[in-house]
């Protein structure tokens, strides 16, 4: 194929040193998705490293991706939360699309999960309480971010909630007419809406719970899908099993709260306040010494 024809290559392949603008420097990729991808980078702007988004090669013409970066920016420019990653800038135009982040400290849940197994309860109650608050303040702004999992929570005092990519407004997302989110963490009604049910607040909840699920038992709830079944349940095992059990040493008022987030009607499970309402508790009975001892590994 000549270079006249040759497709625009797939991924930026910057290196450490690499400019990404005049301003950004590249240090490492991070990862990304199908649309982007995350480097970690110094900014001669802020004069610190930041995470830069950028819109893949061969997507900066695709009206796709760079509406969902513009929903992404606005949702960085609405939400004001300690435990929500924060927006420091952005370019929507010219031949590299991104967004500027802050440079969040410390590992990703799902890291620690992989390396570790499951977390000690006085590592996950204090996550699971920080990210019920920002879920609080979501839904008091009338967004959702319908992407709660375990790679998308930095572990840290407070844990910090990234990736605002999906993100939208209560009546956005009610009105979605397409699977939103990661398969293992979606709650039911975001599996085939509006047919499974319309997704919102609730629907984060869920997420949350699912996440907690993974950090408390060191696995999913529920059963891997297969994409490529011809059911609903055999792709989205969630909407039809139930989840697994929760091991017997877990405490009985985290294991009820879990298992209330992941419940198949929207309107039974906790609103986020109850979630670190019921959580505080146990939080505050645990020894002393241990929580002394807290830090993220």
């Not at 982040?101 to 890291?111: H, N, Q, T, Y």
């Not at 620690?112 to 109650?125: I, K, N, S």
């Not at 608050?133 to 990234?162: C, E, F, Q, T």
């Not at 989840?243 to 992941?262: E, F, I, W, Y």
Request: aromatic share 6%; proline share 10%.
């Amino acid at each position: 194929m000549s270079a006249a024809t040759q497709e625009p290559d797939d991924r930026w392949r910057f290196g450490d040193g690499d400019p990404i603008t005049d301003e950004l420097t590249a240090t490492r990729l991070l990862g990304g998705g199908s649309a982007y991808e995350a480097y970690l980078a110094f900014d001669e702007v802020t004069f610190s490293p930041v995470v830069v988004k950028v819109v893949r090669p061969d997507q900066v013409d695709d009206r796709s991706s760079l509406r969902g970066l513009r929903r992404e920016v606005r949702a960085l420019a609405t939400i004001n939360h300690p435990v929500v990653v924060r927006g420091l800038r952005h370019e929507l135009d010219g031949p590299r699309p991104h967004v500027v982040l802050e440079a969040v400290d410390g590992p990703r849940l799902s890291s620690l999960v992989r390396r570790y197994g499951p977390l000690e309860d006085y590592q996950y109650l204090p996550l699971a309480i920080d990210i019920a608050s920002a879920l609080h303040y979501l839904r008091r702004l009338g967004w959702v971010h319908l992407d709660i999992k375990p790679s998308n929570v930095i572990m840290g005092s407070p844990a910090r909630l990234i990736d605002l990519s999906v993100a939208r407004e209560v009546d956005a997302a009610a009105d979605l007419d397409h699977v939103i989110g990661t398969d293992a963490y979606m709650a039911p009604e975001q599996c085939d809406p509006p047919r499974t049910g319309r997704p919102g607040p609730a629907s984060d909840v869920w997420g949350l719970g699912a996440t907690l699920f993974h950090a408390v038992a060191g696995h999913r709830p529920f059963e891997d899908g297969d994409p490529h079944a011809a059911s609903l349940a055999g792709r989205f095992p969630q909407t039809a099993a139930s989840p697994s059990a929760l091991p017997r040493h877990v405490h009985p008022d985290v294991a009820r709260t879990v298992l209330a987030m992941l419940d198949p009607d929207p309107a039974s499970r906790p609103a986020p306040r109850e979630v670190a309402e019921s959580l505080e508790p146990v939080l505050a009975a645990l020894p002393r010494q241990r929580l002394a001892g807290f830090k993220v590994r």
